[in-house]
């Protein structure tokens, strides 16, 4: 079964901490994506990776980074947490072209305390 | 830019009943669509989507869609809901050779009995 796989469903950390959110996909999609979800907000896209290496900022960049060292993992990094950065994270993956859809994981809720 | 809009917030029915779901989508270029749901504390999960050929579209769980393109809609029905449909539901566009999706902003369901 194919899968995307975030490391954590639950995280708690305190103001000031560096982040990491890591994901890995097995399905060799070229695509990669970290949104937040937030109530009342939808889904908001962070940041995209197309390739190795290769990334592109979403609509809310801000206080977030990103890394891609290898095709399957896809990394959000919270420079100096804070505490609106509390949030549902989703990541998924896709195919170069979109138009068969994306792969969501199940999602990491954060705390930031 | 292509650009979603899904009609409801909130949509309560009783068990039992029949429940649409309202997407409208806006795009110059010809589009792909989906419908993602999202049950509580999960990441999103693919109901349907609409590439080409027959307008009407059938998915998991009892769910088919219909796409029309003179009102750039694409509903979300079922003509019998249970306790178990009660998530969020998102809407989505791509167009041909696009990276990304534009999600909605969801609806939520409830199934009360």
């Known amino acids: 079964d194919v899968k995307v796989t975030q490391s954590s469903r639950y995280l708690v950390k305190r103001t000031g901490e560096k982040v990491f959110l890591e994901c890995v996909q097995d399905?060799?999609?070229?695509?990669m994506f970290w949104y937040r979800q937030d109530p009342g907000l939808g889904l908001r896209l962070i940041y995209f990776?197309?390739?190795?290496?290769?990334?592109e900022k979403g609509d809310i960049p801000e206080g977030y980074s990103v890394s891609r060292e290898k095709k399957e993992r896809f990394s959000l990094i919270l420079e100096s947490a804070s505490t609106n950065q509390t949030s549902m994270y989703l990541c998924?993956?896709?195919?170069?072209?979109?138009?068969?859809?994306?792969?969501f994981g199940s999602g990491t809720r954060l705390t930031i305390v | 830019a292509q650009s979603v809009t899904q009609l409801d917030s909130q949509v309560p029915v009783f068990e039992e009943a029949p429940v649409e779901l309202r997407c409208n989508y806006s795009?110059?270029?010809?589009?792909?669509l989906f419908w993602y749901v999202q049950y509580p504390n999960q990441g999103l999960q693919l109901l349907l989507k609409?590439?080409?050929?027959?307008?009407l579209v059938k998915g998991i769980n009892g769910f088919e869609a219909e796409f029309n393109k003179s009102q750039t809609s694409f509903h979300l029905r079922k003509p019998s809901v249970h306790i178990s449909d009660t998530a969020e539901y998102f809407c989505?566009?791509?167009?041909?050779?696009?990276?990304?999706?534009?999600f909605g902003q969801g609806t939520r369901l409830t199934i009360n009995p």
């Open positions: 998924a993956s896709s195919l170069l072209v979109a138009g068969y859809g994306y792969t």
């Open positions: 399905m060799d999609h070229e695509n």
């Open positions: 990776s197309y390739d190795v290496k290769m990334k």
């Open positions: 795009s110059s270029v010809s589009v792909y």
């Open positions: 609409y590439l080409s050929g027959s307008t």
């Open positions: 989505a566009v791509g167009i041909q050779g696009a990276q990304k999706l534009v």
